[in-house]
């Protein structure tokens, strides 16, 4: 079936370090989306990207689509530690029915 | 406001009863979303509603019965749970503008426990 699988699964990072979380979907994706969601808590929006080869910053993050509209990724520079929780992106799939899919997930630890 | 507001925060009940989980946003948007969380999974869809009808259903068990009396508002009626249906139950909205994949804008959710 459809599937967007992120990686890494887990990430520690000490405070300062960079961090990257990559997702890959098994279709193409009309856009996608990234969520945080912390520990206890609610996926919040981050971002939409909707054009192919799309890159867009919000201050430390990062977020790039790719050229074939099924893998993208969140890169965050010098982490703190607000930083942590579980990073998922979603995207609505391109054929078929509407298949909307969240990724696996990264959970992201940052360490003071 | 750009809330979507949950009720209850938490819910434990019984395989035999009946309960309702509530959901309501004030942001005018015009589609509104079920979702199951399990522990360390991510969202998985149950229901969507657009234009207060029930436009997808993932064939989710009939043991949960979705209900949206207006476009501000979506029930999850409960009923026969099993244990395995313990998780965290968002609710979402989304403006429904473009029809499909929008970003979605989640509620707290409910933990419920079922014993």
């Known amino acids: 079936g459809q599937q967007v699988m992120q990686i890494p699964q887990y990430q520690h990072v000490q405070e300062g370090e960079d961090f990257t979380t990559y997702c890959n979907s098994s279709?193409?994706?009309?856009?996608i989306q990234w969520y945080k969601q912390r520990p206890g808590g609610h996926p919040v929006f981050l971002i939409q990207?909707?054009?192919?080869?799309e890159v867009k910053k919000q201050k430390r993050l990062t977020f790039q689509f790719g050229e074939a509209k099924k893998n993208s990724s969140l890169h965050i520079t010098a982490t703190q530690t607000t930083d942590v929780g579980t990073y998922f992106c979603?995207?609505?799939?391109?054929?078929?029915?509407?298949?909307?899919?969240f990724g696996t997930g990264t959970r992201l630890k940052v360490l003071a | 406001d750009t809330e979507v507001t949950q009720t209850p925060k938490h819910l434990v009940m019984g395989m035999t009863n009946k309960k309702s989980l509530k959901c309501e946003q004030h942001?005018?948007?015009?589609?509104m979303y079920w979702y199951k969380q399990k522990a360390k999974k991510p969202p998985e869809l149950m229901f969507v509603?657009?234009?207060?009808?029930?436009?997808i259903n993932e064939s989710v068990p009939s043991r949960f019965s979705p209900e949206c009396p207006n476009s501000s508002l979506l029930n999850l009626h409960l009923h026969a749970l099993q244990p395995e249906d313990s998780a965290l139950y968002l609710c979402?909205?989304?403006?429904?503008?473009?029809?499909?994949?929008?970003?979605?804008?989640f509620g707290p959710g409910t933990r419920l426990l079922v014993l």
């Open positions: 279709t193409t994706l009309s856009n």
């Open positions: 979603a995207g609505q799939t391109l054929s078929g029915t509407y298949k909307y899919i």
């Open positions: 979402a909205s989304s403006p429904w503008e473009s029809g499909r994949g929008e970003t979605q804008y």
């Open positions: 990207l909707v054009k192919s080869g």
């Open positions: 509603y657009s234009y207060e009808k029930l436009s």
């Open positions: 942001m005018g948007h015009r589609a």
